[in-house]
């Protein structure tokens, strides 16, 4: 496996892998589609860090930073994906060396990580990478109105 930066050709495979997990359900908060010129855009032209793991020409998984006017100063919002089929498989850890000195870089102090408080496998990873939960919204509902919360936890990179 080799993580590297992702390219604007990534966007269709990174938006197959994404709409896969947005079917699958349970582990993003997204429920709409992406096209690969929405992919483009947030995930890796408008990012601040964005990583692909590929291995034999495939995507395994993405992860991706940028900046969110409702956090303070020197935070940025983290996303990440990864095939479902290859979960705890060290995909993610791989992307979350490279996200997390690129962040560093960037001039980051904190990571934020705001994921659906029923997803159990996301909540699992972002804890053994060392976030910690900061804050809670119990009534976060999805476009359902199924209420499924949301926790948002830090990493602090300094």
């Not at 890796?44 to 291995?55: M, P, S």
């Amino acid at each position: 496996m080799i993580v590297r930066q992702a390219q604007p050709d990534d966007a269709p495979a990174m938006c197959d892998l994404l709409n896969r997990i947005i079917t699958i359900g349970g582990t993003t908060a997204h429920q709409n589609p992406f096209t690969p010129e929405q992919v483009l855009h947030h995930y890796i032209q408008d990012a601040l860090t964005a990583f692909v793991a590929v291995e034999d020409g495939r995507i395994l998984g993405f992860q991706a930073t940028d900046t969110n006017p409702d956090l303070p100063q020197g935070w940025g919002d983290i996303g990440t994906f990864v095939d479902p089929t290859l979960q705890r498989g060290g995909v993610g850890a791989a992307l979350f060396d490279a996200t997390s000195t690129a962040a560093k870089a960037k001039g980051l102090t904190t990571l934020n990580a705001t994921i659906r408080a029923d997803n159990a496998p996301g909540l699992g990873f972002y804890s053994r990478r060392g976030f910690v939960d900061y804050a809670q919204n119990p009534d976060w509902a999805l476009k359902d109105g199924c209420i499924v919360g949301r926790v948002s936890k830090r990493f602090d990179l300094v």
